[in-house]
């Protein structure tokens, strides 16, 4: 079975400056896609961004980007810039690639706050 | 377009009564989640729907959790009777197809507290 782990509970960063969030996962599989969603207080949660584990290029979207280490198993996000409206409970996802598997294995979740 | 909503969106109840939480999915996703946080501990998934069929309930506790999905369209997540373990908060989420890379949109969440 897949595992995640976030072994960061809570982050915090000043406005404007970056933050690195961490997140390990453990799978045996070859085909996958790595997540970050990002759920604000008492808002939805929603998708950060994504890579696929194919992929050797970091994904960015924006201030978001990943640190992808296939080999090491780390994925982890930079947020770039930081502002207020990123203070955010952070959760990193796997999910097994092709279409018999549709479910997400979340970590544990970092809370992440941002000082002015 | 409407997002994935939830009803309702908060719930105390005893123990030993039953709850039973609403998933409305974006319309046009035949795929639909239910996922579980308990205080303190990850997001953990329980099972997913296409269209009207349980496609995975590897996550379902026990039998005094039924879901369903009458017609595809909406979703009921039913826990009879409720024990104190099932407080947290659970997730309903959809997607198009079921693809790997497909996002999964989200619901605000229902917060189940039993007393």
């Known amino acids: 079975a897949q595992t995640v782990t976030q072994s960061q509970p809570e982050m915090s960063v000043q406005e404007a400056e970056t933050v690195t969030l961490s997140c390990t996962y453990d799978?045996?599989?070859?085909?996958?896609?790595l997540f970050w969603y990002k759920q604000p207080p008492s808002r939805q949660m929603i998708l950060v961004i994504r890579q696929e584990a194919y992929k050797q290029q970091n994904a960015t979207e924006n201030r978001f980007s990943v640190n992808f280490q296939k080999a090491a198993k780390s994925f982890s996000l930079k947020i770039s810039d930081s502002q207020l409206g990123d203070a955010a409970m952070y959760f990193c996802?796997?999910?097994?690639?092709?279409?018999?598997?549709?479910?997400?294995?979340f970590g544990q979740g970092t809370i992440l706050t941002v000082h002015p | 377009e409407a997002g994935v909503t939830q009803f309702p969106s908060h719930s105390v109840i005893e123990k030993g009564q039953t709850v039973t939480l609403r998933c409305d999915p974006i319309s046009g996703h035949d795929n639909l989640y239910w996922y579980r946080r308990v205080m303190g501990k990850e997001i953990k998934f329980l099972l997913h729907?296409?269209?009207?069929?349980?496609?995975?309930e590897s996550g379902m506790p026990n039998n005094r959790f039924l879901a369903e999905r009458t017609g595809g369209t909406y979703s009921t997540l039913k826990v009879q009777p409720a024990e104190l373990e099932d407080s947290g908060v659970y997730f309903c989420?959809?997607?198009?197809?079921?693809?790997?890379?497909?996002?999964?949109?989200f619901g605000p969440g229902t917060r189940l507290l039993v007393l």
């Open positions: 996802a796997y999910r097994t690639g092709g279409t018999s598997y549709g479910k997400l294995t």
């Open positions: 729907f296409v269209k009207e069929s349980k496609q995975d």
């Open positions: 989420a959809s997607s198009p197809t079921p693809r790997g890379e497909e996002t999964q949109y």
């Open positions: 799978t045996s599989e070859s085909d996958y896609y």
